[in-house]
């Protein structure tokens, strides 16, 4: 039931009623309560199974990023473009000129977007690359 208010659920937003929470509204069943106690700690338990495996495919995609920074920028490049775990976690990159680069290192962007602008507006030939995470 906690899953409905917006401010008790898990993801702050309205969520339809869960299996147990149907069953608690059904009338005139015996021991309907027992059935929706059941379904009730059924539900808890998948969402922490869920949630765990969630964070071990989390972990184990973090490894692999890990481990394609030491195979070289061509096969992070490829990381970043073709990995929907990369994109859903805010990895972008972009290419830089040598005096972009230096401004960025002076701190001249306050964003990466504003970044990104400049680079494509700049015509200078872009050697350089920069990888962001959020």
């Known amino acids: 039931m906690r899953q409905m208010i917006p401010e008790l659920s898990s993801n702050n937003e309205f969520n339809l009623p869960s299996l147990s929470t149907f069953v608690g509204f059904i009338p005139k069943v015996p021991n309907i309560g027992v059935y929706a106690f059941a379904f009730s ?4 338990l998948i969402m922490q199974l869920n ?5 071990i495919i989390n972990e184990s995609f973090w490894l692999e990023w890990q481990n394609t920074k030491r195979q070289g920028l061509d096969k ?10 990369a994109e859903k976690n805010g990895f972008e990159y972009i290419y830089l000129s040598q005096d972009i680069l230096q401004l960025f290192f ?3 962007f306050k964003t990466f977007e504003s970044l990104r602008n400049t680079s ?4 200078d030939e872009k050697k350089c690359v920069v990888i962001s995470h959020r």
């Not at 494509?120 to 015509?123: F, Y």
């Open 76 to 85: 992070v490049l490829r990381f970043i473009d073709n990995n929907d775990w």
């Open 41 to 44: 700690l059924a539900e808890e």
């Open 106 to 108: 002076k701190g001249k």
């Open 120 to 123: 494509l507006e700049n015509e």
């Open 51 to 55: 949630e765990e495996q969630d964070k």
